[in-house]
């Protein structure tokens, strides 16, 4: 059975580029009948908090990515303790004690020598004696002991990759304070879990290398990897500075539709067009990650409305949402499919339909030309009162018409603005029977 994961840490809400790597494991799972696993990386116990664990919940449940399990790994610790006392019993895990200033003097030397700034492995050569001196007035950290060889694999997007284990520093995989960091973690909770498949970012790739030996040394089968280009802003921008302000809650908030934005996300970055998709199922369907590839990919913030327009403007009055709306806003049953019909092609967000409500029962502010002052005066004067019947525009513009001798846009317009108090909007002889209150006659 295919398993795949969603690892976020608990640390802040999530955004656009957490979303991206959401949906690709969703998709692969849902589109093979698979698992699709929810596992909070929270062992940052200082940062984690409960309310980004609600949030992250919230959001997937708005998206509809529903998961099939939650895991935490703050429950898994006797685990991870472990593993890592196998892996020091095999050599693999190794004490360290070297502090960051200490380390990246390392760094600085190595670069002006024209080295890779590699760890150099000092604290192999440390015996007994010495580390319990050191550990005297400084606590130890655990790194993992890489073979150097190569770190073969074919990726699921960026095609075959090989990395020499000899370019990449032994990765800490145990912090002095005990924390358990994300690539041992990771690695056990995969080999554990059966994870099957895995879509992340490109700037985990080193991340993937040295979790294949991880998993290897423990006796586990790596799973297949993938990793997507990263999103850039829309002037290729990194989008890191902006990630506060595309947070998944504040895009809904705004009225983002959540179709809009999984229509654009699934496609965003392959060689497929953008196709505004019905349901999840429709996106499953067409999903391959063979159409992806590496280069950064541009995402605008701006490319949702026309979606969000889209889906909009086409959901029928008896869907749950736009029910629950007109409810809301206090539509009468028996007018709301009518209403429906001409406000739905005028609005972008949902959320919009309220102002055209708002005209139907309230009645508008005339919106009067100065030129058409005098005239629009008389036109209202011979303005019946509501309530309106299907034929009420055109009896009333043909009236004035033989009153004024006014015709065309000249007619039309002056005669618009006045009932609606706008210069655009649905066919007049569609909006005007839903008007409850005719307009008040300008002040002279």
């Given at each position: 059975m295919t398993v795949t994961r969603f690892a976020p840490s608990p640390t802040g809400y999530l955004h656009i580029g957490n979303l991206r790597t959401a949906l690709f494991n969703y998709l692969i799972a849902r589109k093979t009948g698979g698992q699709f696993i929810l596992r909070l990386d929270d062992t940052d116990q200082e940062r984690s908090k409960q309310e980004y664990v609600d949030g992250i919940k919230t959001d997937l449940e708005w998206l509809g990515l529903e998961w099939d399990r939650v895991e935490r790994q703050s429950e898994r610790l006797e685990r991870y303790a472990e593993m890592a006392d196998m892996l020091r019993a095999e050599g693999r895990f190794y004490e360290c004690f070297e502090s960051p200033t200490e380390l990246d003097l390392k760094r600085k030397k190595q670069l002006n020598m024209g080295k890779p700034p590699v760890y150099d492995r000092a604290a192999l050569a440390l015996d007994a004696a010495a580390r319990e001196e050191l550990r005297k007035d400084r606590n130890?950290?655990?790194?993992?002991r890489l073979d150097l060889e190569r770190i073969e694999w074919t990726d699921g997007i960026l095609g075959d990759v090989s990395i020499d284990a000899a370019s990449v520093s032994d990765p800490v995989l145990i912090r002095a304070d005990g924390q358990v960091l994300y690539t041992f973690a990771s690695s056990v909770d995969d080999m554990d879990m059966g994870v099957t498949d895995i879509v992340r970012g490109s700037d985990h790739v080193t991340n993937t290398a040295t979790q294949v030996q991880i998993i290897r040394a423990m006796g586990g089968t790596p799973p297949a990897f993938a990793h997507h280009?990263?999103?850039?802003?829309?002037?290729g921008e990194a989008l890191s500075k902006r990630l506060g302000t595309l947070s998944l809650r504040d895009l809904r908030a705004q009225g983002v539709e959540r179709m809009a934005l999984l229509s654009l996300l699934a496609r965003l970055g392959s060689s497929q067009p953008v196709e505004l998709r019905a349901d999840l199922d429709q996106i499953a369907e067409g999903f391959d990650l063979n159409h992806f590839g590496a280069a950064p990919t541009k995402f605008d913030a701006e490319d949702l409305w026309p979606l969000t327009r889209a889906h909009v403007q086409g959901l029928p009055v008896t869907h749950a949402e736009v029910a629950a709306k007109l409810a809301e806003l206090g539509v009468p049953a028996e007018i709301a499919p009518a209403f429906w019909e001409v406000a739905r092609?005028?609005?972008?967000?949902?959320?919009d339909v309220g102002d055209w409500w708002a005209l139907c029962r309230d009645g508008a502010t005339p919106l009067v030309d100065p030129e058409d002052a005098e005239f629009v005066a008389q036109a209202l004067t011979m303005l019946p009162p509501p309530p309106y019947g299907p034929s009420?525009?055109?009896?009333?513009?043909?009236?004035?018409?033989?009153a004024t001798g006014r015709k065309g846009k000249g007619l039309f317009m002056p005669l618009r603005k006045a009932l609606t108090g706008r210069g655009n909007g649905p066919d007049m002889s569609a909006l005007m029977p839903l008007l409850q209150k005719a307009p008040q006659a300008p002040a002279a």
């Open positions: 130890g950290y655990w790194r993992f280009s990263l999103l850039t802003g829309p002037q092609a005028n609005i972008t967000r949902l959320e009420a525009w055109a009896d009333w513009t043909a009236a004035v018409k033989e």
